[in-house]
């Protein structure tokens, strides 16, 4: 469980960590580290991705400062950038809240946030290093929680994201069947394995929408964002909750997201007839021009659109 840094100051470490010929540079992004590296078995997968959301919801973004670069010399020949700031206090209380159920484990050494730009340094580098570097600074804000995986060659990447403070999240329908939608930039696991995923190919800044009750995932939709366009590139509700308004609750979701980024016009390939067509049509959306055919020969899939009033400031959100 990470923060991982933005850009631009991500690329500028990386050229730190190019500098200083940090050997992990290519197999994981420059981070302050939550969580370090645990085993989580699969079946505890989902509490984990919860505890990681609740964490996130319950505190708001960081504010922090990076610099100047320190070393863990002699226990470790490790040089990182020192994590300072307004909010270093909220980043000790993230820590300790995502530090619970499956992501409980005891602390080995002292909590120090730091940045890591080079492990395994020979002494007469790492002993350089604070000096050549001392100027080095920048400020962050991190507005969520990135937890990621090892995969085959130690290559460490994102599977899951919750927002700080739960921008765009909340709980809908409160009574009997309240929902619990969260959005994210990127679908976890059991969102992955609803729906139709290729987000590799996204033409643009991909998200998630999830809808969860007592956090068994019930429904999902994913798509991108570029310019003033939202792309809707699937959207499925588990099939045993069809018929409860949790479609149009991720379609307002969705529409939430579109007007955080600034998007007027929306759009999906979806069926002309059935409940995804009632659905669109209820949430005012509507054909695109030549999309509709007679009810006789019409296509199985069109074209929906809908568009949005422009937006008086634009807010980027992830």
């Known amino acids: 469980m990470v923060l991982l840094l933005p850009q631009p100051v991500a690329a500028q470490v990386d050229g730190l960590r190019r500098a200083l010929g940090d050997g992990a540079r ?10 370090p590296p645990i085993n989580v078995h699969e079946r505890d997968l989902p509490d984990a991705l919860a505890t990681v959301r609740r964490a996130a919801a319950e505190h708001g973004p960081l504010t922090l400062a990076l ?16 994590v300072e700031g307004p909010d270093l206090a909220a980043l000790h209380a993230l820590r300790a809240a995502v530090r619970s159920g499956p992501l409980d484990r005891p602390d080995v050494h002292e909590f120090v946030p730091h940045v890591t730009v080079a492990d395994g340094l020979p002494p007469e580098r790492l002993e350089a290093a604070p000096a050549v570097l001392a100027d080095f600074a920048a400020e962050i804000a991190v507005d969520r929680v990135h937890v990621l995986a090892e995969a085959p060659g130690r290559v460490w990447g994102p599977i899951a ?15 009997s069947l309240p929902l619990d939608i969260a959005v994210t930039g990127r679908p976890d696991l059991e969102a992955a394995a ?15 929408v999830t809808a969860r009750r007592d956090g068994v995932l019930l429904g999902a939709a994913w798509g991108w964002t570029s310019g003033d366009r939202l792309e809707v590139a699937d959207l499925v509700v588990t099939t045993t909750h069809r018929n409860e308004g949790i479609g149009r609750h991720l379609l307002a979701a969705v529409e939430g997201v579109a007007r955080r980024r600034g998007c007027t016009a929306l759009g999906a390939a979806a069926p002309a007839d059935g ?25 199985r899939t069109v074209r929906w ?14």
Do not use: K, N, Q
């Not at 290519?26 to 969580?35: D, G, N, S």
């Not at 610099?67 to 020192?82: E, I, K």
């Open 26 to 35: 290519t197999r994981i992004p420059p981070h302050v580290t939550l969580v």
């Open 67 to 82: 610099g100047p670069v320190r070393t863990f010399a002699p226990a470790t020949p490790v040089a990182y950038l020192a």
């Open 161 to 175: 994201d919750a927002p700080l403070g739960g921008a765009g999240s909340g709980t809908v329908g409160r009574g």
């Open 194 to 208: 609803l729906l139709a995923l290729d987000a590799g190919t996204a033409p643009g800044l991909p998200f998630t």
């Open 275 to 299: 409940a995804p067509a009632a659905l669109a049509e209820a949430a005012g959306w509507v054909r695109a021009p030549g999309a509709a055919a007679d009810a006789a020969d019409r296509p």
């Open 305 to 318: 659109e809908r568009r949005l009033p422009a937006p008086d400031r634009p807010d980027d959100d992830r």
